[in-house]
C-alpha cells in the first residue's frame, strides 16, 4: 500500500513539473518571434553600430541625385551629423550638417554635378567624436552623353571646320582656340587625374610644333615627333597650348576664300560704277 501511494504521488509530481515547464517554455517565448530574422538581425546591427551610412547606389553619373541616408543608435540632444565628400584627388568638396530626428534617422540630396571629376568618392559621416562616424564610397561617372565640344563629336577637337582626333587619360577636353598671336592651339581641359594627351595634328591646322605649355608654363614633360605630339599632364591641370611656327588663321579656310570673293565683287563693281561716271564724247 505504501508503494502504491508513493508512486502515485511521484507520477502527480512528474506531471506537475511536465506542465510547469511548459508553462514557463511558453511564458518566455519571444514576442517578436513571427518577425523577420534578416530584419532582427539588422535591428540588433543598427543598436550596436554608433553611426551607419547608406547611399542608393554604387555608381552615380553627373547628372544624378546622391540621396544619403544613415542611422545613430544613441541620440545625443543638439548634436548634428556631420557629412563630409572626398573627391578622387583627396581633396575635401562638401561638409554639411544634418539634424538627427527623434528615431536617429537622418537624411539629405546632393546634385553629383557639383563634384566636376569623376572617380571614386568618399562620404564620411561623424556624429560627436571621431569615434562615432562612418564612411562610404561610390563611382561618379560622366554623363551617357556628353555634349560635343564645339560642334565636333566625342573625343574630337574642333578647331575652324576641322574635327581632329584625340586620346587622353586622366581628363577630358572642354573647348579650343586658335592663337593666331603665338602661332599656337590652346586647349581647355578638365583634368581629375594626372594622365596624358595625345593628337596628330594636320600640317593645315598646325606645322612645325616646337614648344609645349602646361598651365602657362614650358612642359619638360612632352614628346613631339613631327606632327604628332604627347604630352603629360597632373591633376587640375586647365590648359595645354601647342605653339608651331605656323597656325590656321583665326577665321577658317572657307572664311578665307568668302572674304577674298567679296572684294574681288566690291572691286569690279566699283570699277563699273566709276566707267559708268565718264562722260561720253
Not at 546591427?45 to 553619373?61: D, F, H, R
Not at 577636353?173 to 594626372?194: E, K, R
Request: hydrophobic share 45%; net charge negative; charged share 15%.
Amino acid at each position: 500500500m505504501i508503494i502504491r501511494v508513493t508512486l502515485l504521488f511521484t507520477t502527480i509530481l512528474a506531471l506537475t513539473m511536465i506542465g510547469a515547464s511548459s508553462a514557463l517554455a511558453q511564458n518566455t517565448a519571444c514576442p517578436t518571434c513571427i518577425d523577420d530574422p534578416i530584419a532582427m538581425a539588422e535591428e540588433a546591427k543598427l543598436q550596436a553600430v554608433p553611426v551607419s551610412l547608406w547611399i542608393g547606389s554604387g555608381t552615380y553619373m553627373m547628372s544624378d541625385t546622391v540621396t544619403i541616408t544613415g542611422h545613430v543608435a544613441n541620440i545625443v540632444e543638439g548634436a548634428p551629423i556631420t557629412i563630409k565628400v572626398i573627391d578622387p584627388a583627396g581633396s575635401l568638396v562638401l561638409i554639411d550638417q544634418l539634424d538627427v530626428d527623434s528615431n536617429g534617422d537622418f537624411e539629405s540630396e546632393y546634385a553629383a554635378s557639383s563634384w566636376h571629376y569623376p572617380g571614386i568618392y568618399t562620404i564620411m559621416a561623424q556624429y560627436g567624436s571621431t569615434a562615432r562616424d562612418n564612411k562610404v564610397q561610390f563611382e561618379l561617372t560622366e554623363s551617357e552623353k556628353m555634349d560635343p565640344v564645339m560642334g565636333c563629336g566625342s573625343n574630337m577637337l574642333s578647331i575652324e571646320e576641322m574635327c581632329i582626333p584625340y586620346d587622353i587619360e586622366g581628363g577630358k577636353v572642354t573647348g579650343t582656340m586658335v592663337n593666331s598671336d603665338h602661332n599656337s592651339i590652346v586647349l581647355d581641359i578638365s583634368a581629375y587625374d594626372g594622365g596624358q594627351l595625345q593628337v596628330d595634328f594636320p600640317s593645315e591646322v598646325i606645322s612645325d610644333i616646337f614648344f609645349v605649355m602646361v598651365n602657362g608654363e614650358e612642359s619638360n614633360d612632352a614628346e613631339v615627333d613631327g606632327q604628332s605630339v604627347k604630352v603629360h599632364f597632373i591633376a587640375g591641370t586647365e590648359s595645354i597650348e601647342f605653339v608651331g611656327s605656323h597656325v590656321i588663321p583665326e577665321f577658317g579656310t572657307i572664311a578665307a576664300l568668302i572674304l577674298g570673293a567679296s572684294l574681288i565683287s566690291v572691286v569690279v563693281i566699283s570699277t563699273r560704277s566709276r566707267l559708268g561716271l565718264v562722260n561720253r564724247f
